[in-house]
Each structure stands twice: as C-alpha cells, then as structure tokens.
C-alpha cells in the first residue's frame, strides 16, 4: 500500500468515520465502498486485457493459395462510357442588345 496506515491509524478513521456517519449508515457506506472499489478494478482490469497485444506467432501454413484475378472487362454497350455533351454557350451581351434602325 501506498500509504502505510497502520493499526492505530486505521482505529483512529473508523472512530472518526462512525463520530461523522453515525453507526447507522456506516454499514451502507461502508458497502457502497467496496462496491465502488470492485468495479473500478474490474474495469482496470478489463482496459489492460483490451490493451495486451497478441504477440503468438501466427500458425504456417501448408501453402500459400494463389489469388484469384479478376475477370477481364470486354467492353460492349453497356461498359462503353457516354459522350460528353457540353451545354451550349449563351450569347454575350453585344448579342442580346438590340439596337434600333
């Protein structure tokens, strides 16, 4: 332990804890403690199982399995992509003025 409390220390808290919380509700807190204290160390626990890493080497393995290729494309309507079709210009503004005669 961090703190090196002794057996008087520990006598003098539960005094001081019982004169504070008062003997009825010192039970409850006293569970509610423990409680406390057993599920922060079980989530400690789970974060460094999630944290290991797995350093076991991986099983060989009898032969390596050629990768398969991908088809190839033969280009028919449907495959053959659309022409561009680019949208007209619109006239500039000398165009559109009309000028009377």
Same mark, same amino acid.
């Given at each position: 332990?961090?703190?090196? @409390?002794?057996?008087?220390?520990?006598?003098?808290?539960? @005094?001081?804890?019982?004169?504070? @919380?008062?003997?009825?509700?010192?039970?409850?807190?006293?569970? !509610?403690?423990?409680?406390?204290?057993?599920?922060?160390?079980?989530?400690?626990?789970?974060?460094?199982? !999630? !944290?290991? @890493?797995?350093?076991?080497?991986?099983?060989? #393995?009898?032969?390596?399995?050629?990768?398969?290729?991908?088809?190839?494309?033969?280009?028919? !309507? #449907?495959?053959?992509?659309?022409?561009?079709?680019?949208?007209?210009?619109?006239?500039?503004?000398?165009?559109?003025?009309?000028?009377?005669?």
């Amino acid at each position: 332990m961090p703190f090196n @409390i002794g057996a008087p220390e520990l006598i003098i808290l539960l @005094i001081i804890a019982l004169v504070v @919380i008062g003997p009825g509700r010192l039970p409850d807190v006293g569970a !509610a403690l423990g409680k406390s204290i057993r599920e922060f160390r079980k989530a400690s626990t789970d974060i460094s199982d !999630a !944290a290991r @890493i797995d350093t076991s080497p991986l099983p060989p #393995s009898a032969a390596p399995t050629p990768t398969p290729q991908p088809p190839t494309a033969t280009q028919t !309507a #449907s495959t053959v992509p659309a022409p561009i079709v680019t949208p007209p210009t619109p006239p500039s503004d000398d165009e559109t003025v009309n000028h009377p005669a």
